[in-house]
T-cell receptor, first 114, second 114 residues
Framework: DVKVTQSSRYLVKRTGEKVFLECVQD?????MFWYRQDPGLGLRLIYF???????EKGDIPEGYSVSREKKERFSLILESASTNQTSMYLC?????????????FGPGTRLTVL | GEDVEQSLFLSVREGDSSVINCTYT??????LYWYKQEPGAGLQLLTY?????DMKQDQRLTVLLNKKDKHLSLRIADTQTGDSAIYFC??????????????FGTGTKLQVIP
């Protein structure tokens, strides 16, 4: 059974704080993704990674950075959290070639920035 | 373009059929997916269809694909209260870097009334 875990289910931070969201997968997947989910906007891709130490910007990378030092772990970093980054953050992983075997999602982290 | 659009909300009575619709703009996608998100959880792949197929049936689920109109639908027969969730359609694309990624729709919240 593929497992994608995220470090926290709920997080409350203050404006200006540095925030780390961690994601770990146990299926030796090459690809990992970070999305944010907002009502009426669906899932929007923030960053993705196709290999260790590789990263690519998604559709909304501004205000975020990522780190992939090990294959199983993909971190999302908010350098200076702002209230408009209050959202549900979802991590996903997939094999390199996505077809039938598509993305597997973690349970999500609901981040509130006060 | 990579816009994937869905209506935001659908309400049906238990036992009726539900039809969730999706339109997409990029005709080069190879796979199209339906994901289900139950409250407080991440997304789970429900079913998929390959782009050269018109229809796929899987127990209570029927997926219809109209490539000419770029229209995808998910029909749930005999809808149950456990089907209440948010349903996302998604397409598998290759971006300009040659990498595959999945673009998600805005999600349709299905409410099943007992």
């Amino acid at each position: 059974d593929v497992k994608v875990t995220q470090s926290s289910r709920y997080l409350v931070k203050r404006t200006g704080e540095k925030v780390f969201l961690e994601c770990v997968q146990d299926m030796d997947h090459e690809n990992m993704f970070w999305y944010r989910q907002d009502p009426g906007l669906g899932l929007r891709l923030i960053y993705f990674s196709y290999d260790v130490k590789m990263k690519e910007k998604g559709d909304i990378p501004e205000g975020y950075s990522v780190s992939r030092e090990k294959k199983e772990r993909f971190s999302l970093i908010l350098e200076s959290a702002s209230t408009n980054q209050t959202s549900m953050y979802l991590c996903a992983s997939s094999p390199r070639l996505m077809g039938v075997d598509t993305q597997y999602f973690g349970p999500g982290t609901r981040l509130t920035v006060l | 373009g990579e816009d994937v659009e869905q209506s935001l909300f659908l309400s049906v009575r238990e036992g009726d059929s539900s039809v969730i619709n999706c339109t997409y703009t990029d005709s080069s996608s190879t796979y199209l997916y339906w994901y289900k998100q139950e409250p407080g959880a991440g997304l789970q792949l429900l079913t998929y269809i390959f782009s050269n197929m018109d229809m796929k049936q899987d127990q209570r689920l029927t997926v219809l694909l109209n490539k000419k109109d770029k229209h995808l639908s998910l029909r749930i027969a005999d809808t149950q209260t456990g089907d209440s969730a948010i349903y996302f359609c998604a397409e598998n694309l290759s971006n300009s870097g040659g990498y595959q990624k999945v673009t998600f729709g805005t999600g349709t919240k299905l409410q099943v009334i007992p």
